[in-house]
DNA sequence: CTGAGTGTTCTTCG
DNA sequence: ACGAAGAACACTCA
């Protein structure tokens, strides 16, 4: 679930729900997703009120009262929930965050590949995990230097988070075939209209998703999403989603970079 | 029972 | 020394 587009739903969960609200207690459920040891937490936290939140790539920050943040990061199944009573606190909820109003807000992860730390600040959590650029703010200039200078695989260099925070798996897929760019090309090798293409995607897929809150299945038929079969395809008893929404080729997957990936053979072509 | 999975990080290898 | 590939992490669900 969590790339960009679901952390900045999240982002604007908790925004609605603790800024203005002052941290009552922490429950810790399950310590393996906490960095910050359980006592350190704890004494950063209560007391503190939360004073606004921000994202950076597929991390979300609540900035606390002392002036440190409160750093979340959803790994692969990460998500946020909000209940009053023990007994409706969602399944797999690793951290509780106790608001001073009695509303709980539950950090929720099956996998527990999440991680809940404390920093002193957004910028040195940033240079701390040489994060580049958040993807939305990534410049056309700044693309394409970066993968100048690359002789990876264009999906490898994507997703690593030094290039532009917040490229996730499904997302580098969608944006190479908006941009009708095969995933096996060198990042270098990418001529001036191609990388220009690649940001006017990375736009495109991002504020689509992000405006339907990242909710698959409302995306538009012209995505390649749809081919991975997460979420019912939005016309039932149909196989299209296994064909290219252009061109109805059959949709390839195959491993790139030690990731499952889905691309079109004929809009995106090797060469 | 087996396998696959939306992310990151560490290790290994070239 | 550096980049890149691969494995590991932990757990659910199909």
Known sequence: MPELPEVETYRR?????????RLAAVEVLDAHVLVTKEAELRAALVGATVLATQRLGKNCFLELSTGQVLVLHF????????????????????????????????????????????????????????LGPDALDLSPEELTAALGRRKTLVKPALLDQRLAAGLGNWIVDEVL??????????????????????????????????????????????????????????VPQSDDYKRCPADQSTIVKKYVGGRATYFCPVCQKET
């Open 13 to 21: 969960f908790l925004d609605a729900l603790v800024v203005g609200q």
């Open 75 to 130: 790994g692969m199944t990460g998500d946020v929930g909000a209940y009053r009573d023990d007994h409706d606190r969602p399944r797999f909820t690793r951290v509780a965050f106790h608001l001073a109003d009695g509303l709980r807000v539950a950090f929720i992860d099956p996998r527990k590949f999440g991680r809940i730390r404390v920093a002193d600040s957004v910028a040195a959590y940033q240079r701390e995990k040489h």
């Open 177 to 234: 075939f908006q941009a009708g760019i095969h995933p096996e090309r060198i990042a270098a090798s990418l001529n001036a209209a191609e990388v220009s293409r690649l940001h006017a995607a990375i736009q495109l897929v991002l504020r689509t998703a992000i405006e339907h809150e990242a909710s698959y299945q409302r995306f538009p038929l012209s995505f390649i999403i749809h081919a991975r079969e997460w979420d019912a395809y939005p």
